[in-house]
């Protein structure tokens, strides 16, 4: 079985982008340089593929109950066109996956899941839809997705594009028809920067990313540059910190859990670790030298391993040696020394907050 392609494949290579494969999908990890192309975004404007990302719809008259079920945020405090960051839980309180979660209308709601999940999440959502009157379509072939990004992405959107976005505030999204065809875009971004996605056929998806790299005024950004950008403003990336053995909780993400709602799968797992505490918790460090922890590395305390790197680098936008690990609880206090093992030697280090570099979105 050979790696999927996404609709810009033969542009990718055609822009002599670097390809690997990511998530089942033969994906561009940078076209110039991961450092130019993150700098593309936190000061003008880049564009990502991301079409290989996973989207389900769930429609039918149970279907706002239904979301609720298997959701931990609460869409029913919602309006139509508003967008949720949550999650799917095991009973456990493990994660299935991390989404977002778009109310297109009252019994319409558009889910986009991680790509190494899709076929995974669309299960769960099946198998957990008994007693309720809702259809789960996988809608990931219909669509392709762009990601445009950086502080002049609105500007950029509005006029290579011609798609008015200048209204849509963060964490909302709108439907547009053109040329007869369904667009969907939203305002969510995953870079810590302004930023648009676009939802469209493939077609679309191809003709827009034409004119993005044509205008000049948008630079073409791979995956390498999607984890560095994120990862900097404490977003996580499901694998590294969000899985089955790592709950929102553990991961610093219960505000995203609403307890005060009837009920969903994890809510009594999620309550006793927010009212007993939990055993691991993710937490950013900063080492004192330029040595770059990186993921899978052991963080120690007086020679004994009390946790592990999940990412890490050289901050291209703080210059910084940081990483965030999944380390023990009583190591995760702001201001705990600890050390990071980097091949036979350790590097002393501090634990600090997850967000590294401050957010820049539109408000």
């Known amino acids: 079985m050979g790696n999927k392609k996404t609709c810009l494949h033969d542009k990718h290579v ?3 982008a670097l390809m690997q494969p990511f998530a089942g999908y033969d ?3 940078q076209y110039s340089s991961i450092i130019e192309e993150h700098n593309a975004v936190r000061t003008a404007c880049g564009v990502f593929d991301v079409s290989h990302m996973g989207e ?7 279907a706002e109950r239904y979301v609720n079920h298997i959701f931990t945020n609460d869409v029913a405090s919602i309006n139509n066109g508003q967008i949720l960051y949550g999650m799917m839980l095991y009973p456990d309180g493990g994660t299935v996956d991390d989404m977002l979660v778009y109310k297109m209308e009252a019994e319409r709601f558009f889910i ?5 999940n899709t076929d995974k999440d669309i299960a769960w959502m099946k198998d957990n839809a008994e007693g309720y ?3 789960i379509e996988d809608a990931s072939e219909r669509y392709g997705q762009l ?4 502080p002049d992405a609105e500007a950029v959107t509005e006029e290579v594009l011609g798609l008015k976005c200048k209204e849509l505030v963060f964490y909302t999204s709108k439907t547009i028809c053109v040329d007869g065809e369904e667009i969907i875009i939203s305002r969510t971004g995953y870079t810590g920067e302004d930023g648009f996605e676009i939802y469209a056929s493939a077609d679309i998806i191809r003709l827009y990313w034409d004119r993005l790299i044509n205008s000049g005024r948008c630079k073409p950004c791979g995956l390498g540059c999607r984890d560095t950008l994120r990862f900097e403003v404490g977003l996580p990336l499901y694998g590294n910190e969000l899985s089955k053995d790592i709950s929102p909780v553990m991961a610093g993400l219960s505000m995203f859990c609403k307890l005060d709602k009837a009920e969903f799968i994890g809510k009594e797992a999620v309550a006793e670790q927010k009212a007993n505490g939990v055993r691991q918790k ?5 080492l004192n030298d330029h040595a770059v922890p990186r993921h899978g590395y052991s963080v120690v305390v007086n020679g004994t391993v009390i946790g592990t790197v999940t990412t890490g680098y050289q901050s291209i936008s703080t210059h910084k040696s940081i990483c965030m690990a999944l380390i023990d609880a009583a190591y995760a206090k702001l201001g705990t ?3 990071v093992q980097i091949r036979k030697k350790t590097f002393a280090g501090t634990v600090v907050k997850k967000r590294f570099y401050d957010k820049h979105y539109k408000k």
């Open 27 to 29: 994906m561009p990890i």
């Open 282 to 286: 993710v937490v950013g460090i900063e």
């Open 14 to 16: 055609a822009l002599g």
């Open 133 to 135: 009157d809702v259809s």
């Open 337 to 339: 020394q600890v050390e």
């Open 112 to 116: 986009v899941i991680n790509a190494s």
């Open 56 to 62: 389900a719809i769930v429609t039918g008259p149970d």
């Open 147 to 150: 990601a445009v990004q950086g």
